[in-house]
């Protein structure tokens, strides 16, 4: 490591800003700054708590806290190196994937392993670890990074890869932003097939038999993943669609075409006073979703940009939940342990019958470490209005979880209690210790690392 850094010792002026989690769920007015010169990131806050900010789309608040002044990275957008002859590219933290994409895609070029909307930043989607929709195949983000620049009022402005300071490289992907700002990443890309992806539609009316739909078509697609309603009644629950398809390889690729659609933050996603979704009005908006959809062709074939990011176009399904919010339970669980876990799921929702809106599964493959939401597996996810009841399912769902070896998203969960946490990640305890021992003062905290005890 670097001898100790010394900061400027001017402290840079500070706004106030009300801050909350993209689910709707936490709120704090904390210390802000948005800096546009890296000499505002050195300037000394002394022994402050402080965490970055990237597009703030954790569902969890990953990066803000009311002790902790919130560094916001979004000017930090500049590409600073591209080499397509190599396939690197060097990227600001704070540039979105849209923005990354728009360069890379005319060169032929792609990150395999992309988020499910356009305004995620890069030092985001390395700090939560992301997956996409293949992540059986491709994996998780960090597969793609190849450095990363760091700063760290004790240490300065340094690199980290896994040659160079392998320990902080190791907790840095999927630390959830606890070891200091990410300032800029080199990625690795790889070949971009085609524009276009061909999509085969398979409608199902259980989540075990799109289970297995899943399962026989990942061998020969590029992606395949299903997405159900989840609605708590017999003869809806379940019901659904298998999507799974390719990219058509073409020679000379067109250029990367964004449509215009109104993008979605955590500050406008609660505008609407009331949920839409509850009770009748759930049972008639389900329905007619699932009649749009039964209407659509079996086979799509759409441009790359709508195929990456349904809900850029789709944002309204995050505005019907309201300011009260939305609940996401992601989890991650064994195969040996699936069709058991997925029938006692499907038992218990119908039983307690929380409000629960839509669900959806793909398949996993990795190694779990540290708090990283990678394993072999399946991934189910599902999503409720946030409410009294739905918060007693989901402590029934975490006992289930804990009991079958699984592992919960971290991000995707605002409320998730610090024994669940411990009980599903072995290495909670040597990540604990690393970002100790790599940071005794803890300078860098949020709400969701102080709700886990990190």
């Known amino acids: 490591m670097k001898q100790p850094f010394q900061a400027e010792s001017t402290t840079p002026e500070l706004e106030t800003r009300q801050f ?50 919130v560094q916001d990275l979004t000017r930090f957008n500049r590409i600073l190196k591209f080499e397509p002859q190599h396939g690197l590219i060097t990227v600001e933290a704070g540039i979105t994937l849209a ?26 989607c390395v700090a939560s670890n992301v997956h996409g929709k293949n992540p059986a195949t491709k994996g998780t983000f960090r597969k793609c990074v190849r450095q990363i620049t760091l700063f760290h009022p004790a240490y300065g402005v ?66 395949a993943y299903s997405m159900h309603q989840a609605l708590p009644e017999p003869r809806i629950f379940g019901r659904g669609y298998v999507s799974c398809g390719h990219m058509p390889i073409v020679t000379n690729p067109p250029g990367w075409q ?57 944002g309204y399904y995050f505005w019907l939940y309201g300011k009260i ?17 997925l029938v006692e799921f499907q038992k218990i929702l119908l039983k307690e019958k929380p409000p629960a809106v839509m669900c959806s599964l793909k398949l996993f493959k990795g ?18 209005v946030r409410s009294v009841q739905t918060d007693r399912f989901l402590a029934i769902l975490d006992s289930m979880l804990m009991s079958s070896g699984g592992i919960p998203y971290l991000i995707k969960d605002s ?27 803890r300078l860098y905290r949020s709400e969701m690392s102080e709700r886990l005890a990190l």
């Open 325 to 341: 919010g939305f609940a996401e339970y992601q989890m991650i669980i064994p195969y040996n342990e699936v069709e058991s876990f």
């Open 367 to 384: 190694t779990q470490r540290l708090l990283r939401f990678e394993t072999d597996g399946v991934c189910l996810a599902l999503d409720l």
């Open 99 to 124: 923005s990354l994409l728009s360069v890379t895609v005319p060169a032929g070029l792609w990150l395999p392993v992309i988020p499910g909307y356009p305004a995620i930043t890069i030092g985001g």
């Open 158 to 223: 340094f690199s980290a890869s896994e040659e160079n300071h392998p320990e902080i490289f190791d907790l840095t992907c999927g630390g959830y932003g606890l070891t200091g700002v990410i300032l800029s990443v080199t990625l690795q890309l790889e070949k971009l097939p085609g524009t276009t992806t061909v999509t085969r539609r398979i409608e199902v009316g259980a989540l075990d038999e799109a289970y297995q739909v899943i399962t026989a078509s990942s061998a020969t697609h590029d992606f």
């Open 415 to 441: 409320r998730l209690p610090e024994q669940v946490v411990k009980k599903c990640y072995p290495q909670f305890e040597v990540m604990k210790k690393g970002l100790m021992d790599y940071d005794p003062k």
């Open 20 to 69: 909350i989690s993209f689910d709707g769920a936490i709120r704090h007015v904390s210390a802000y700054q948005r800096p546009d010169r890296y000499r505002t990131i050195e300037k000394t806050l002394g022994e402050q708590f402080r965490i970055a900010r990237g597009g703030g789309y954790s569902y969890a608040a990953a990066s803000f806290g009311k002790n902790s002044i």
């Open 258 to 314: 964004i449509p215009r659609h109104r993008v979605v933050t955590a500050a406008n996603r609660g505008r609407m006073p009331i949920s839409i979704f509850g009770s009748r009005r759930t049972k008639m908006i389900l329905a007619a979703h699932w009649g749009l959809e039964k209407a659509k062709k079996v086979e799509i074939t759409e441009p790359l940009f709508e195929a990456l990011f349904p809900f850029a176009r789709n």
